[in-house]
């Protein structure tokens, strides 16, 4: 009993710790409380594990403050952290689908710490409007009549039926009856929207004749068709073109919604992905068509709305249109991505996305042997072997098509490959990296060369424990 009062006693005071120069250090750019919170922490545990008799001797002055400074440390990391993508999927889901161009984030950083023209028209020194920043650009590039954006493709779909449809019939075919990412799915949209969906055809087979023995004159407010972005349905199938559906429209005076998905600006049938591109749809001349901005388009999360200018002018009015408003990053990026496409072979090479896919097999090689040849010189711990691999473009798109890539494989013996993959991902800068058939590959897709720097860090740092473990033996 004496000797845990006496161990008690010995337990430094909080003040007294936060008067160390090794944490004084910090509080140039730390919040104190997350400083305090650390050191209170760290003594209070000590006063557990005394009076638990885990303790029978307190650690020394140095041992105390260095657990402290990585518990600050810790504490000082973001949740939202930058990563490097090794995985080879393009659009990551988790990782923030795509990736800006250096243009557009340089737009952003400008209006983000700045007041900006977002409702400001400099001409005539009056109020402008938020939606004129893209509209033009949009226009040009994608041949439209109209454009107006929202938060994303979910908030565009929502908007479109509540403007169009609510009260009303829109009708679908059961074979696009889409799910994307859990949360959006296309029956639940539509009644949240107030519209009624009115299901036709089959799974597989949705011919013409389903829709026009679904159209009422009275209940039918829309046909609509909906890209199956994220599935394919193959064998025996049916499905009416867009082409098809325009005129089935025409035909009944009914207006044609196409949700799809991806916003792809440039074709990319050469290289392997099978997407439809947002020009030939808007040419397909359907009334409304919507699609993400954050997708195969390459730009910042938004949805991204096209059509003819009596049903976007019904949206820009929508109270909808309040409450899915974008913000000046968002807006700073797609016109800076909108305003590259106008130049579509600088496009391919200036937007990540594009980039990332288009990229050639030789190229990814070549690659690859940079790679290789930077973590032979800086890290020795590991063999590494260049590997071909099959990479997605992922994010719900082109879910059958694979693009020949490249990858690292990171190799040491005795080391399971999932323990490597996770450390990788404990690093300062965490690698995110894949594993096929027990080897951890770096998929060189998906990782620029800037960031070759990062991952010979993460090696490093995988080196660094497993040498130490393996020292324990
Ligand atoms: C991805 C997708 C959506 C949802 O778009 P978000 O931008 O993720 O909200 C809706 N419809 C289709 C067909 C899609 O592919």
Do not use: W
């Not at 005394?50 to 001797?57: A, F, Y």
């Not at 939606?131 to 929202?150: H, L």
Request: hydrophobic residues 40%; negative net charge; aromatic residues 6%.
């Amino acid at each position: 009993m004496e000797d845990v009062r006496s161990l008690l006693r010995h337990i430094p005071k909080v003040d007294e710790v936060l008067m160390d120069g090794r944490l004084l250090f910090f509080y140039k750019d730390t919040p104190r409380n997350v400083i305090v919170d650390s050191v209170r922490e760290k003594l209070d545990s000590i006063r557990g594990d005394i009076l638990e008799g885990r303790l029978s001797e307190i650690s020394s002055k140095d041992e105390l403050i260095a657990d402290i400074v990585s518990s600050i440390v810790e504490k000082k990391k973001k949740n939202l952290r930058r990563v490097i993508n090794a995985t080879g999927v393009v659009l990551h889901t988790n990782l923030g689908r795509a990736e800006l161009s250096e243009e557009a984030a340089r737009a952003v950083a400008e209006v983000a710490d700045s007041y900006s023209t977002l409702e400001y028209d400099l001409k005539r020194g009056q109020r402008g409007s938020r939606q004129d920043i893209v509209e033009a650009a949009v226009r040009k590039v994608t041949g439209a009549e109209a454009a107006m954006v929202v938060n994303n493709n979910a908030a565009a779909t929502m908007i479109v039926l509540a403007a169009m449809a609510r009260g009303k019939e829109v009708v679908v075919s059961r074979g696009e009856l889409v799910e994307i990412g859990g949360s959006f799915r296309i029956p639940d949209v539509m009644s949240e929207s107030g519209a009624y969906l009115k299901e036709v055809g089959t799974t597989n087979k949705t011919k013409p004749s389903d829709y026009e023995n679904a159209y009422d004159e009275e209940l039918t407010a829309a046909f609509m068709k909906v890209h199956t972005s994220n599935y394919r349905i193959v064998g025996f199938t049916e499905d009416v073109s867009l082409t098809d559906m325009v005129e089935l429209g025409r035909k009944f005076h009914v207006p044609v919604i196409y949700d799809m998905g991806n916003g792809l600006m440039a074709d990319l049938h050469r290289y392997g992905v099978n997407e439809p591109t947002v020009k030939d749809a808007v040419a397909a001349g359907p009334d409304v068509i919507l699609f993400s901005g954050d997708k195969l388009l390459g730009g910042p999360q938004a949805g991204i709305i096209v059509g003819n200018k009596k049903y976007i002018d019904l949206m820009k009015k929508h109270p909808l249109a309040r409450a899915f408003r974008v913000d000046k990053m968002t807006l700073a990026a797609l016109e800076t991505t909108f305003y590259q496409y106008q130049d579509e072979d600088r496009a391919m090479k200036e937007i990540p996305v594009l980039r990332m896919i288009s990229a050639s097999e030789k190229a990814l090689s070549e690659k690859a042997k940079k790679l290789i040849k930077l973590l032979e010189e800086s890290c020795g711990g590991f063999r590494y072997e260049e590997e071909e691999c099959l990479d997605q473009v992922g994010g719900g798109s082109a879910p059958t098509d694979y693009l020949k890539g490249r990858a690292v494989a990171l190799l040491r013996e005795g080391v399971a490959a999932e323990k490597v993959e996770r450390l990788l991902r404990k690093a300062e800068l965490p690698v995110i990296a894949r594993i096929n058939h027990d080897r951890v590959l770096i998929d060189v897709r998906t990782v620029k060369e800037s960031e070759f720097a990062g991952v010979a860090a993460a090696v490093n740092y995988v080196d660094a424990i497993l040498t130490d473990k393996e020292g324990e033996h």
